[in-house]
């Protein structure tokens, strides 16, 4: 990680930590812009535990961007699995529209999702 942190000349403004979601080993530190990439594998990992750690990390004005495969998974559709997750813990998903994404990582299989605090 210190690599990555050097390489975008990333100043001491900003805190920037690994995290093993489901672990809980940053206590109470919470984050303006969480990202996350290829996590969503119900056959390797739960959607559960992460979904609880977006929520546990999150601050309440913060943004977390999810980047997503779509895989099969036999049990059930791991979009709306996740989607229902989140909003059992007051989040919202939207789905970022192609037109600002990158062309050369665009695919019919991946999609970036925005989640935010849902507005009560």
């Known amino acids: 990680m210190d690599n990555n942190v050097r390489s975008n000349n990333i100043t001491s403004k900003n805190t920037i930590a690994e995290y093993w979601w489901g ?6 530190a919470q984050f303006d812009v969480l990202l ?6 119900p056959k390797l990992y739960p959607v559960g535990p992460l979904v609880d750690a977006i ?7 913060g943004v977390c961007f999810v980047s997503y495969e779509h895989r099969l998974w036999h049990e059930f559709d791991p979009r709306h699995k996740f989607r229902e997750l989140c909003e059992g813990k007051g989040l919202k998903v939207d789905k970022v529209s192609e037109d600002r994404l990158d062309d050369v990582y665009r695919g019919d299989d991946i999609e970036v999702w925005c989640v935010r605090w849902a507005v009560k």
């Not at 672990?23 to 109470?28: E, F, I, K, P, Q």
């Not at 996350?36 to 594998?41: N, V």
Request: hydrophobic share 55%; net charge negative; proline share 0%.
């Open 23 to 28: 672990s809980g080993t940053l206590g109470h």
């Open 36 to 41: 996350i990439a290829d996590c969503i594998l």
């Open 55 to 61: 929520a546990e990390l999150m601050a309440a004005t």
